[in-house]
T-cell receptor, first 115, second 112 residues
Framework: DAGVIQSPRHEVTEMGQEVTLRCKPISGHDYLFWYRQTMMRGLELLIY????????DSGMPEDRFSAKMPNASFSTLKIQPSEPRDSAVYFC?????????????FGEGSRLTVL | GQQLNQSPQSMFIQEGEDVSMNCTSS?????WLWYKQEPGEGPVLLIALYKAGELTSNGRLTAQFGITRKDSFLNISASIPSDVGIYFCAGRRNTGGFKTIFGAGTRLFVKA
């Protein structure tokens, strides 16, 4: 079974540009999480969804960040406009409440560099 | 907000040595999880703990869920070079959804 799939793996952009990160969760998982990882702050939870509905977005830094989950197999994290301080690795993770006690399965991450 | 204090931040050890790291919190968690992250990859689950006092092993790894539910530790016995990576603790409360909070990580370096 395929794991969590994220794209792009690497993105370099200029300040002010719009960035869209994509995630395909593991089929059958009903929770999807977006995390941001930096050296200074570690792994920060940005937002998570249950059955495509956002449950907690208190970790979203500011209005420049938005996340959507239009269906069970796809989610996006958008930054508009991007700033250099947004440079980080963004991870998507999915989980199933039924069985496995809800362990998070992470994608390989999207490394964003904003110049 | 909820915070997990993980220590040590980094460890430099010799192959064959045992390793111990821990995580503490001011809040109670219902689940403690330990993950390992290797360069260029996402974290991968090592051990999950669901009951206070639970002691669980996975090969050379042993983890315990503290009695107070506010702490957990991970031990690695007889370390080998491939143990190198970042180890994260994570805590989750069953109320309020599935929100999982991560510690800052322990960077492990193993010298052959």
């Amino acid at each position: 079974d395929a794991g969590v799939i994220q794209s792009p793996r690497h993105e370099v952009t200029e300040m002010g540009q719009e960035v869209t990160l994509r995630c395909k969760p593991i089929s059958g998982h009903d929770y999807l999480f977006w995390y941001r990882q930096t050296m200074m702050r570690g792994l920060e939870l940005l937002i998570y969804f249950n059955n495509n509905v956002p449950i907690d977005d208190s970790g979203m830094p500011e209005d420049r960040f938005s996340a959507k989950m239009p269906n069970a197999s796809f989610s996006t994290l958008k930054i508009q406009p991007s700033e250099p301080r947004d440079s980080a690795v963004y991870f998507c993770a999915s989980s199933a409440r039924q069985g496995g006690a809800g362990e998070l399965f992470f994608g390989e991450g999207s490394r964003l560099t904003v110049l | 907000g909820q915070q997990l204090n993980q220590s040590p931040q980094s460890m430099f050890i010799q192959e064959g040595e045992d390793v111990s790291m821990n995580c503490t919190s001011s809040s109670i968690f219902n689940t403690w999880l330990w993950y390992k992250q290797e360069p260029g990859e996402g974290p991968v689950l090592l051990i999950a703990l669901y009951k206070a006092g639970e002691l669980t092993s996975n090969g050379r790894l042993t983890a315990q869920f503290g009695i107070t539910r506010k702490d957990s530790f991970l031990n690695i016995s007889a370390s080998i070079p491939s143990d190198v990576g970042i180890y994260f603790c994570a805590g989750r409360r069953n109320t309020g959804g599935f929100k999982t909070i991560f510690g800052a990580g322990t960077r492990l370096f193993v010298k052959a």
